[in-house]
């Protein structure tokens, strides 16, 4: 149970084109998901919490207006790059916790399977 | 913001050697947790730890809680090849929902 299916698994596109990453909880709802980035060999940083029909609360020094996140559903999260530049190349995570639609307080992150982003 | 490290960053071990991974964390926290990377793949669930003085078995892994200290350890035992991944803690706020996550161990078991 909590499975998490991220889409695309990587993707390459172009510098200043934008590119949306898909998050769902495939057999549980989520009413808050969370978006990290990782660089290569480094640890994950949490950019968002994106909470179902409502706006998203970003870390410090995330730009809100580059990351895009829409969380219109309690299965579904969205990260859009705005405007792509080769620094936003990374390895994007989407997590979700079945706490709050029945899980526990204490259940641990499940992770999406990860995105690879390549801005040429 | 709440600060998690790790050491040691990377470790190479032999097979059938015992070494312990430290997890510090800056605030108070009731919620710690264990995983595992391998290279290109995303993140599994190892370990919760929940209270002080926890600790969790499975197989050649062993995680301990010391919440007054704010420090957790990842043991290994008898290390095999299998073992070799990334390994990170995370740590959940108090009041709030986020996790973040340690500095993480890179863990290569040489046969």
Redesign the interface.
Same mark, same amino acid.
């Given at each position: 149970g909590a499975v998490v299916s991220?889409h695309p698994s990587w993707v390459i596109c172009k510098s200043g084109t934008s590119v949306k990453i898909e998050c769902r909880s495939l057999d549980f709802q989520a009413t808050?998901m +969370?978006w990290?980035r990782q660089f290569p060999?480094?640890?994950?940083?949490?950019m968002a919490?994106s909470n179902e029909g409502s706006k998203a609360t970003y870390e410090?020094g995330v730009e809100k207006d580059k990351f895009l996140i829409n969380h219109a559903s309690l299965t579904l999260s969205t990260l859009t790059v705005t405007s792509a530049h080769p620094e936003d190349s990374s390895f994007y995570?989407c997590?979700a916790?079945t706490?709050g639609t029945g899980g526990s307080y204490?259940?641990?992150?499940? +992770?999406?399977?990860?995105t690879?982003l390549t801005v040429t | 913001?709440l600060k998690v490290e790790q050491n040691p960053l990377f470790l190479s071990m032999q097979e059938g050697k015992n070494y312990t991974i430290y997890c510090n964390y800056s605030t108070t926290s009731d919620?710690l947790?264990w995983?595992r990377q391998d290279p /290109?793949?995303?993140?599994?669930?190892l370990f919760?730890l929940?209270s002080n003085g926890a600790v969790k078995q499975e197989g050649r892994l062993m995680a301990s809680l010391d919440t007054k200290a704010r420090l957790s350890t990842l043991h290994i035992t008898a290390a095999v090849h299998d073992l070799s991944a990334t390994y $990170?803690c995370?740590v959940a706020t108090p009041t709030g929902?986020? $996790?973040? $996550? /340690?500095? /993480?161990t890179?863990l290569t078991v040489i046969p």
């Open positions: 991220q808050t +969370f990290y060999k480094q640890s994950l940083m949490l919490t410090q995570i997590s916790r706490w204490n259940s641990p992150l499940h +992770f999406g399977n990860g690879r | 913001e919620r947790y995983y /290109g793949k995303s993140l599994e669930s919760v929940l $990170f995370a929902n986020q $996790f973040y $996550f /340690g500095t /993480g890179s």
